[in-house]
């Protein structure tokens, strides 16, 4: 080798050096953006994992106190706040399978039964459908009650409003008397109130969850309808399940087993 020579073969490992510098900024960058990526798909996917966390606890709400229940509920709202749409459908099919999950499992006990233990069981919970179906009428009426009267008081406020101001002062005091009525009602104005839930409302969502469940549990909840119809027929009680009219055929949804 000559002197000549040496230099360039400097420059040759000074520029392959640098092509595996290159190389390695880009890999590192890669892992980079990846690490970065996976990092903030577990933090935005957080809310749904404690979520199905709290689904999956199963937790009987009427064994806690009110505070406890309160705290959960709290939880559970603001988890609610934070997930995506597809999230919550995630949530929501997760629900489902937990309650069929679980409704299985009573109906699976029920048919177990001896003939006996399957009418007093029938006949306790065909009392207790009576005694919310009347305590949901009893709250609706109250509802509408509230309601109307509320309407009334804001009809009386907008009259006597505008029934200020006369027309001594031609339509310029009449227009601001009836501006000053319309603040009135306006103010007197009743506070949106969620209505109770009804058993249409109920058998609805039951219907919609027995349309997306498994042939097996659709089979043993529409079985355990039937033997229910026929209770509610022999007790007398002429009322649907669906709050409908005396006569009425039933509801293809049943509630819960």
């Known amino acids: 080798m000559t002197v000549a020579d040496v230099p360039e073969v400097a420059d040759a490992d000074k520029g392959m050096s ?3 510098k290159i190389a390695l900024t880009i890999i590192l960058a890669l892992l980079l953006a990846g690490v970065s990526y996976a990092g903030y798909s577990w933090w935005s996917e957080a809310p749904l994992r404690s979520a199905l966390a709290m689904i999956e606890e199963d937790v009987d709400f009427s064994t806690l106190s009110k505070e406890d229940q309160k705290a959960r509920f709290e939880k559970w709202r603001n988890l609610d706040k934070k997930l995506t749409s597809d999230q919550k459908s995630q949530v929501n099919d997760a629900r489902e399978r937990q309650y069929e999950k679980k409704d299985m499992q009573k109906l699976n006990t029920f048919f177990a039964m001896t003939k006996a233990e399957q009418k007093k069981q029938l006949v306790d919970e065909v009392n207790r459908e009576e005694k919310r179906r009347l305590e949901s009428e009893a709250r609706r009426k109250e ?8 309407n009334n008081k804001q009809k009386v406020a907008g009259a006597q409003g505008g029934g200020k101001g006369g027309n001594g002062n031609g339509g310029a005091g009449g227009n601001q008397a009836n501006a000053g009525g319309n603040q009135v009602a306006k103010a007197a104005a009743p506070q949106p109130t969620r209505p109770p ?4 409302s109920r058998n609805k969502r039951t219907s919609d969850r027995l349309d997306n469940s498994t042939p097996e549990y659709r089979a043993a909840k529409m079985e355990y309808q039937k033997l229910r119809d026929k209770t509610r027929a022999e007790m007398g009680i002429v009322t649907t399940p669906g709050g409908g009219k005396p006569g009425a055929p039933p509801q293809t949804g049943g509630k819960r087993g």
Do not use: I
């Open 143 to 150: 509802f509408e009650a509230k309601r109307a009267q509320s």
């Open 18 to 20: 640098n092509s595996k």
């Open 197 to 200: 839930s009804t058993p249409e």
